[in-house]
C-alpha cells in the first residue's frame, strides 16, 4: 500500500474520488504516506484484521526466491517482502528494497537492520527505474500500484528490468463481489476513516486510502495491463473473496 507517483505536466488525474493535477498528486500522495508511515502496519492489521500477513505469505510462496536469485522488492515500504527475499536469496543473492516515499523507506530499512538484515535500500520511482534491462529475477510490488500515476508505464519498467524467465508479482486490494459490496463499502468508508483517526490521528489519509483502492482497475483490468506490458502467462488469486488479488506474469 505503499506510495509510487509520477511527476509529469498539465494533465490530470484521481487522487481517491478527487480529479487533480499529476503534479498536484505527487505531493498529495506523498502528504499521506509520511502521515501514516510510523503507524502503518498497526493500521494495515486494523484495515485488514491480520489478514494482509496471510496474503504476504501467499505472495512470497509465489514468488519462489531460491538462494542467488536477483530479487526487486517495488514500493517495499516497512519491508515485509523483502525481509524474506533477503533470508530466501542468501548471501550469493542480491535484493533491493525500495519506496519512492523516504518516510516509508526508512521506516522498512530500520526494520530490516533491526532483524539483521542488510540489503541495498534506494529511494525509487517505479515508473522511471534505474536498473538495467534484464537484470532481476523477480520484481514484486505489493499494496504500491494502486497509487502510481502511470501504472502502465511502471508495469512496462518492471518487465524491463526482468531477466527473460523471471516473474513480476503484484499484490494489491481488488473487488469483492457484489453481494459484498455494501458491507465492504461500509467498512472502507465508515469505520476505516474513524479507525485512522482513533490510531494515528488521520481520518482523511485512511479515507483517501479507501477511495485509491476503488480507483484500482479490478482483477481482469489489472491481468489485461500486464499483459499490454508484455507479459505472458498472466493469472490471479483473489484473496479472501477478491479483498486483494495476487496477479503474477512472466517474461519470455
Request: hydrophobic content about 40%; charged content about 25%; some cysteine.
Amino acid at each position: 500500500m505503499s506510495e509510487q507517483v509520477n511527476k509529469t505536466d498539465g494533465t490530470t488525474t484521481h487522487f481517491g474520488y478527487t480529479t487533480v493535477a499529476e503534479e498536484e498528486k505527487v505531493h498529495k500522495v506523498a502528504e499521506v504516506f509520511h502521515s501514516v508511515a510510523a503507524k502503518y502496519d498497526v493500521m494495515n492489521d486494523l484495515m485488514s484484521a491480520g489478514l494482509h500477513r496471510i496474503w504476504k505469505i501467499f505472495t512470497i510462496a509465489q514468488a519462489g526466491v531460491r538462494p542467488g536469485f536477483r530479487v526487486l522488492d517495488i514500493a517495499g515500504g516497512t519491508g515485509d517482502l523483502a525481509k524474506e527475499f533477503v533470508k530466501q536469496a542468501g548471501k550469493t543473492g542480491e535484493v533491493w528494497h525500495t519506496d519512492i516515499n523516504e518516510s516509508m523507506l526508512r521506516v522498512g530499512r530500520d526494520r530490516l537492520l533491526n532483524k539483521g538484515l542488510i540489503t541495498p535500500t534506494l529511494l525509487c520511482d517505479a515508473e522511471k527505474l534505474p536498473f538495467p534491462d534484464n537484470y532481476f529475477d523477480r520484481v514484486s510490488v505489493a499494496f504500491g500500484l494502486r497509487n502510481m500515476t502511470h501504472k502502465d508505464q511502471a508495469l512496462a519498467e518492471m518487465r524491463r528490468v526482468l531477466k527473460p524467465g523471471g516473474k513480476l508479482l503484484v499484490l494489491e486490494f481488488s473487488k469483492v463481489p457484489e453481494v459484498l459490496q455494501k458491507p465492504y463499502d461500509l467498512y472502507s468508508f465508515k469505520v476505516l476513516p474513524w479507525l485512522g483517526q482513533k490510531i494515528a490521528n488521520d481520518a482523511d489519509s485512511y479515507r483517501y486510502l479507501a477511495e485509491s483502492i476503488r480507483m484500482h482497475p479490478d482483477q481482469e483490468t489489472l491481468k489485461g495491463m500486464m499483459q499490454d506490458a508484455g507479459l505472458e502467462r498472466v493469472q490471479y488469486f483473489n484473496l479472501t473473496a477478491g479483498v486483494a488479488a495476487l496477479h503474477t506474469g512472466i517474461k519470455l
